[in-house]
Nanobody
């Protein structure tokens, strides 16, 4: 089993910045894609950004150059730097990691989420 813990959420004013962190631990063999999703009030969960082990990165269209995802493989950690935050970015942000075990079976694990609130 793999445990996933997010941190770094909070409340900011529009235009502000936050940096989210997500650490994976436990029975890790090889971490593949690590990603951030979010779910706003009354909305479906959507992909914010993902980064493969080879550092191939994808962003949701709404990011528009405001967010940056990065990972530290030595620390089993993925980060999300969020700048120029907008009220519509208010959501619970979830981290998902994919772990491939020694039998080459890939499984996805989710964190509990961290709340980000953007308002005046």
């Amino acid at each position: 089993q793999v445990q996933v813990v997010e941190s770094g959420g909070g409340s900011v004013q529009p235009g502000g910045s936050l940096r989210l962190s997500c650490v994976a631990s436990g029975n890790i063999f090889r971490l593949d894609t690590m990603a951030w999703y979010r779910q706003g009030p009354g909305k479906q969960r959507e992909l914010v950004a993902s980064v493969s082990r080879e550092n191939t990165i994808n962003y949701g269209d709404f990011v528009k150059g405001r967010f940056t995802i990065s990972r530290d493989n030595a620390k089993n950690t993925v980060y999300l730097q969020m700048n120029n935050l907008r009220p519509e970015d208010t959501a619970v942000y979830y981290c998902q990691v994919q772990n491939t075990d020694w039998e080459l079976i890939r499984s996805a694990y989710w964190g509990q989420g961290t709340w980000v609130s953007v308002s005046l």
